[in-house]
Each structure stands twice: as C-alpha cells, then as structure tokens.
C-alpha cells in the first residue's frame, strides 16, 4: 500500500536551474497538496489542488508552477532555482470532507547551490 | 484568519511519565484540529482530529488530545511516555467556513524527546 509517492527523495541544484517533483496517491482522494518545511517554521502550503483540473495558491506561491495531470499526480516546478528555496518539499492529499485527514509522502530534500 | 501556536519548541520527559505537547488556535468560527507527528526523515503521519462532539478525542498509540474551546487548547496527552514516542509532533487547525476549506495551518512543531 503505497499511499503517497514523491520522488525524487533528494536532489542538488545550482542557482536558475529547474526542475520538477513528482507526486503521485494511490487512494483515489481529490485533493493534493505541496507544501515546503523549513527548521522553526512548520510546514506553509504552497499550492494545492482541490479536484482535478483546478489549482490555487497557498501561503508561498513565488517562485513555483503547479500541474494537476491527473486524479493521480500533481506536480510542483521550479523554473528557475534560488537559495532561498532549499527546504524539504512534502506532497500531501486527503478526501474530499474537509475534516479528513491529509496523508503525507515522505519529502523530497532539495538543497540549491 | 486562522493560525496556530505550539509555545514549547522541545518536551522532554522521563519514560514512564505522563506527557503533554500544548497548542492553541485562533479562527473567526468553529475549528477542526488535528494532530501529526514526524519521525526522522520521514513525512507526516496522522495522530488524531477533533471535529464535533466528545472534547476528549483517542487516536493512535496511546495519544489523545482535549479540546477546550474556552481556552482555545487543543492539547495533546498520553499517560505514560514510551522512548518510541520521541519526534517532531504537529498541531494543524482548519476554520470550517466557506473559502477556506481544505487548507491546514501547522504550528512550528514541538520536538518530544523521551528519555530512558
């Protein structure tokens, strides 16, 4: 039982490169989430996806794109990397009730150089 | 606005003892709070929630939390501590009203370190 997948788990890149995380449920919920986590601060929402075909932003949108590909996947770009974006990025999703949990991967470690 | 407040950044407690993590929320209407906690590594994991109903709520390994809406107190509690139970652990509240459905809001984590 897989849950949530995220890959890659770690990754280093220099200044202005991009890149995309990947993210992917298997328990067919509508809703997926990105957040990032950075040491004192919790976790702050950057984009999430309520159903498919639909994204919003969150708390710290700057600097990210997001794409829904399907009920499955949802994604989260990079197009051009800065310092201030090394952190630990968690995908998430959850039902579609409000008061459902969210159910995490297990983060992808990026550190930009 | 929602947010929420975990006021102690480190917990340490003796295995055996009672153990409490604090949180306080602030939302305009009515929440719904949640629990998680964080091993090494490794993503959230769900603990337990507080929706309506019973203040005092169980989940899992032994956790539960209380609910005092006069204080605004989401606290989490488990009578005798185990070595295992020491990580990272996150309260979360969502306001229930239209708009701002489906996004959480996390305390800055409480880091519980159980000692033998």
């Known amino acids: 039982n897989a849950g949530v997948t995220q890959t890659p788990k770690f990754q280093v890149l220099k200044t202005g490169q991009s890149m995309t995380l990947q993210c992917a449920q298997d328990?067919?919920?509508?809703?997926m989430y990105w957040y990032r986590q950075d040491p004192g601060m919790g976790l702050r929402l950057i984009y999430y996806?309520?159903?498919?075909?639909?994204?919003d932003k969150g708390e710290v949108p700057n600097g990210y794109n997001v794409s829904r590909l399907n009920k499955r996947e949802f994604s989260l770009r990079l197009e051009s990397a800065a310092p201030s974006q090394t952190s630990v990025y968690f995908c998430?999703?959850?039902?579609?009730?409000?008061?459902?949990?969210?159910?995490f991967g297990d983060g992808t470690r990026l550190s930009i150089l | 606005a929602q947010s929420v407040a975990q006021p102690e950044d480190q917990v340490n407690v003796a295995e055996g003892n009672p153990l409490t993590v604090k949180c306080t929320y602030s939302v305009s209407g009515n929440p719904y709070l949640f629990w998680y906690v964080q091993y090494p590594n490794r993503g959230l994991q769900f603990l337990l929630k507080y929706i309506t109903g019973d203040n005092l709520v169980k989940g899992s390994y032994g956790f539960e939390a209380e609910f005092n809406k006069s204080q605004t107190s989401f606290h989490l509690k488990k009578p005798s501590a185990l070595v295992s139970d020491s990580a990272l652990y996150f309260c979360?509240?969502?306001?229930?009203?239209?708009?701002?459905?489906?996004?959480?809001?996390f305390g800055s984590g409480t880091q519980l370190t159980v000692l033998p």
């Open positions: 998430a999703s959850s039902g579609l009730n409000s008061n459902q949990p969210q159910h």
């Open positions: 979360a509240v969502r306001e229930i009203s239209s708009g701002s459905a489906r996004q959480l809001t």
């Open positions: 996806s309520a159903s498919e075909g639909t994204t």
């Open positions: 328990m067919n919920h509508n809703s």
